[in-house]
């Protein structure tokens, strides 16, 4: 009898030895279990689309061209692309389709410098090779003297290369998560049109004559600087050129290149110089909804 009682209180001492290592095995059972549904529901949506389509039924929310534009230039279906910073932010690709027989992926970059067009294309080339019909390149003369190393923001790294094995800041990701799947879920009407990708906030309401002309305030003069030699930019702008537009257009052939000044899409208000002419005067200019006229 004594020998049983001694056995009981044995299994008791090692049932509550035991307890704490299940509590802690159960726990981490369940956060790895938590951990794995997070990953399997991000790569299920993939609101970056580093692994397929989109889901057709899912409201995709398209904000954040930085980290948005690899997956879009990998795996959507396209026959042609948009490239530049915002001034093609509000290009419609319907367009393209429409008025050109091109089906065309919007990819653009806010102030984007050469170097981030050049690395959109080589994700764009390799991905689709010369199934890649045309390049709709718009050209900001300003950015092209930039360093041909630089880009406008930095670059997440994990989402330009094809090495699954580091995309666990995506995957394990609070902002995706809640911003780019829970969100927009619960809130449809914030769904991106997929025709009019990265398009600024403003309409028709705001973006017009009379609108500019409640907000502006004339410039005061200033004295004329001594002006910048005509090829002040020209080595700049070639060294952009050589590591960062044309190797793409000497290696595919194939592909179509249209290159364009942007147009000015935006509201803006410039004093000019008219020159000396018939009137020999300075005119005020209003630049708006991409028409320059006089005020």
Known sequence: MEIRMEENEG????QKKMQPKRWLAGFLGIFLAGLAGCMALVIWVDPF???????????????????????????????GILIGSSMTASFNTDWFEELMGMKTQKLSYNGS????LS??????????????KAVYMAVDQSTFSADPEETKFPVTDYLYDDNVFN??????????????????????????DWAELYKPWWTDEYYNKANVLMYYEAVEEKQEEEALAADYFKDAVEENLQKNILPYIEAHPETE???????LQY??????NAGKGAGGGHWQTGIYDGTIVEL
């Open 11 to 14: 299994k008791e001492k090692k």
């Open 49 to 79: 689309f580093q692994y397929h389509k989109p889901l057709a039924w899912f409201p995709y929310l398209v904000d954040n061209q930085v980290n948005q534009n690899p997956g879009l230039a990998k795996h959507m279906d396209y026959d």
């Open 113 to 116: 410098y050469p170097k981030d």
């Open 119 to 132: 690395n959109i294309m080589q994700l764009v080339f390799d991905a689709k090779g010369d199934q890649v």
């Open 167 to 192: 995309d666990v800041p995506y995957l394990l990701n609070k902002d995706v998560l809640l911003d780019y799947i829970l969100r927009p879920l619960a809130d449809r009407k914030d769904a991106s």
């Open 257 to 263: 290149f249209y290159i364009f000044l942007s147009p």
């Open 267 to 272: 509201s803006v208000l410039e004093r000019c």
